[in-house]
Structures are given as structure tokens and as C-alpha cells.
């Protein structure tokens, strides 16, 4: 009886863990190495030839990292100082690291000390889509490929001038110009 009880606790204990999304946290995490290959998918294609939207869930995992699927196509977030483009200086433009879609450039990109890459502009408001985000209890607002519906991350109203805001974007929804190469036609 005694060893039920335990086995029973234990259990829900697993349980509780599980929906408390504890192991998907020590997962969100992935070395540089494995972020070096995103983006890779899109040697393949013309990105903007591509029906994105067509894309299937399939289709995602297979062109993607773990934590790139997680991020981009299910909402997820990477850890904070684990990404590749955090702390990059380099000149350029940062693309959607799902369709190739151009979104951020360097020249707006801020250190915030928040360990995700930060950017006060986007390089064009119509490529990228915002909606209320109510998850986990607060209210944020959402960025997202307008292109391809990459979640990319949140944006908040405590940036730097002349916009005020801070785009708090994960680097695995991000490809560097230097980093990607496309198929031209
Ligand atoms: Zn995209």
C-alpha cells in the first residue's frame, strides 16, 4: 500500500513537471554550432519565389534544428545568452531564418542586457505581423514573419528613441546577411 502511495506521488509529480514545461526549458537550448546550420534549408530554394504559407508542419521539422521548430513554429522561446546573435556586432541585415524574409537591420539593433538580440526598428513594418499574446498570464504583443508566420518573438514599449520600442526577437528566428545563402534562381 505504502509503495503505491510513493508510486502515486511520483507520478503526479512527473505529471506536474511535465505540464509545467520544465523539460522543454532544459531543452530550449541548443550550442552555436547546431544554430550554424539554420537557415541552411534556404540554399534550396528561391526564397522569394516560394509559397511559404504552403509550407507543412512536416516540412518545418525536416529544414530545421529542434529548438529552431520549437521556437519559430510552436511559440517557443531560446535561453536567454544562448543564441548565436545576442551579443553580434557585425554589419547587415538579419533575415526570418524560416523564408529568408528581411526584417531587422544592424544599425537598429541595441544591446538591451536581456541575452536575446534587441532592435528599437524593423526594416519594413509590412514584413512583420503583431498580435496580443495572453499566454502565461500577461499581456504582450507578438512579432511575427509576416511571410512565412515564423514567430520571431515579443515587442515591448521600453526601447530606445526615436521608436521606444525594443524588439526582443530569439536568434534562432534570425539568419545574419553573412550567414545565408540563398539559390538566386
Ligand atoms: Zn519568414
Given at each position: 500500500m505504502t509503495k503505491l502511495k510513493y508510486f502515486l506521488v511520483f507520478l503526479t509529480l512527473i505529471i506536474t513537471v511535465n505540464a509545467m514545461d520544465i523539460f522543454?526549458?532544459?531543452?530550449?537550448?541548443?550550442?552555436?554550432?547546431?544554430?550554424?546550420?539554420?537557415?541552411?534549408?534556404?540554399?534550396?530554394?528561391?526564397?522569394?519565389?516560394?509559397?511559404?504559407?504552403?509550407?507543412t508542419d512536416e516540412y518545418w521539422k525536416e529544414s530545421m534544428t529542434p529548438l529552431q521548430y520549437n521556437v519559430t513554429r510552436h511559440e517557443g522561446t531560446e535561453r536567454a545568452f544562448s543564441g548565436k546573435y545576442w551579443d553580434e556586432k557585425r554589419p547587415g541585415?538579419?533575415?526570418?531564418?524560416?523564408?529568408?524574409?528581411?526584417?531587422?537591420?544592424?544599425?537598429?539593433?541595441?544591446?538591451?542586457?536581456?541575452?536575446?538580440p534587441s532592435f528599437y526598428d524593423v526594416v519594413t513594418k509590412e514584413n512583420i505581423t503583431l498580435k496580443t499574446d495572453k499566454r502565461f498570464g500577461m499581456t504582450r504583443t507578438e512579432a511575427s514573419c509576416a511571410r512565412c508566420g515564423a514567430h520571431l518573438g515579443h515587442v515591448f514599449e521600453d526601447g530606445p528613441k526615436p521608436t521606444g520600442l525594443r524588439y526582443c526577437i530569439n536568434s534562432v528566428s534570425l539568419v545574419h546577411s553573412e550567414d545565408i545563402e540563398t539559390k538566386a534562381e
Open positions: 522543454n526549458f532544459f531543452r530550449k537550448s541548443e550550442n552555436t554550432e547546431t544554430q550554424d546550420t539554420i537557415g541552411s534549408h534556404l540554399k534550396k530554394v528561391n526564397p522569394s519565389k516560394t509559397n511559404w504559407k504552403e509550407k541585415v538579419y533575415h526570418c531564418s524560416g523564408c529568408g524574409h528581411e526584417l531587422f537591420k544592424s544599425d537598429t539593433k541595441f544591446k538591451s542586457g536581456t541575452g536575446w
